[in-house]
């Protein structure tokens, strides 16, 4: 049985659809009588759920570049003597949403981590390869040891799904239509996520947490797809470029930055429907050349963690 072992969950969600990943994993814990701490992620100044197309538009160069928000205290004195952490949020702009920057960043955290055995979930859209190479770096700074990853993701199409999560997020309309699919990952997804606990609890009673994102990987954790890391990979050095300049203009939510915002906004929507299909065909014609570098990438992203 699972009796005696303490399992601490940082979340930090606004759908809930991070959460409901989390729980899903954390049932097999629950079932074996570990005792489960939620800790919540939580801004001093909450971020609006649904969002406004220039709210959203408005944390791009904080949420890619790692800009800290503030955040309310956590209380840490029921969390000490756990033997497992597991963080659960989501990627903004190719990175973290800003409340799971500013929780990594967190002295009071990064204190709290050393030592600790720490998985990760995540639920995205579908890019969330350079949110984990991020989430690397903060867990070797803070001397954690980083033993499993999980991304769930939205199965659509990548064009298609910019539709549906826009609709989600900017109207809170996730349910599918006669066109369109539901946004986000798909229920049966959530709910095949508890393999994935029963995974973790097996590392955590044994005390063995060396083989566990292997064994993760058997049961599909993540999934690499070597067309949407190309354009992740070339998006997410570009936005950098972008959130750079924007941030120069002001910072957060200051007017001045909003004509930026909204020439980045045209931009970005011109890559993807536009210049997005060329660099797909670029991708497929020069693939042969790129075979090697895809396989490493996929190893270091997917089974090497630390």
């Known amino acids: ?61 904080e949420s890619r570049l790692g800009v800290p928000c503030r955040l309310k205290p956590v209380d840490l004195s029921d969390a000490e003597d756990a033997d497992l952490v597991m963080i659960a949020g ?4 190719l990175s973290w949403s800003v409340p799971l920057h500013a929780f990594f960043q967190s002295d009071e955290i990064k204190k709290y981590l050393k030592g ?21 770096e903060y867990i070797r700074e803070a001397g954690g040891r980083y033993v499993g990853f999980i991304s769930l993701q939205d199965k659509a ?13 900017f109207y809170d309309k996730r349910k599918a239509t006669r066109l369109l699919p539901a946004a986000g990952v798909a229920p049966e997804e959530i709910d095949r996520a508890v393999v994935f606990g029963q995974i973790i609890l097996d590392a955590l009673k044994r005390n063995d947490f060396s083989g566990l994102q292997a064994d993760l990987m058997k049961e599909k954790a993540v999934t690499f797809l070597s067309t949407v890391y190309f354009i992740e990979k070339n998006g997410y050095r570009l936005w950098g470029q972008w959130a750079q300049f924007i941030l120069k203009k002001g910072p957060y939510k200051d007017p001045k930055r909003i004509p930026y915002l909204r020439v980045f906004c045209v931009y970005l929507f011109f890559v993807l429907y536009v210049v997005s299909p060329f660099g797909m065909l670029f991708f497929f014609l ?13 190893k270091e992203m997917c089974y090497e963690l630390n």
């Not at 989501?90 to 702009?93: E, I, V």
């Not at 199409?157 to 997020?169: F, G, K």
């Not at 020069?286 to 996929?298: E, F, N, V």
Request: net charge positive; hydrophobic share 40%; with cysteine.
């Open 90 to 93: 989501q990627s903004w702009y």
């Open 116 to 136: 600790r055995n720490i998985v990760v979930t995540m639920g995205c859209r579908n890019m969330w390869v350079m949110t984990q190479h991020r989430t690397r």
């Open 157 to 169: 199409p990548n064009l298609v799904s910019v539709i549906t999560i826009i609709r989600w997020l």
């Open 286 to 298: 020069t693939y042969p050349l790129r075979r090697a570098s895809l396989r490493k990438a996929q």
């Open 1 to 61: 049985m699972g009796k005696g072992y303490k399992v601490v969950l940082f979340y930090y969600t606004q759908t809930g659809q991070a959460l409901a990943i989390a729980d899903r994993i954390c049932e097999p814990f629950m079932q074996a009588g570990c005792d489960v701490v939620r800790k919540e992620i939580a801004p001093e100044e909450p971020y609006p759920f649904p969002w406004s197309a220039m709210d959203f538009f408005q944390v791009f160069p």
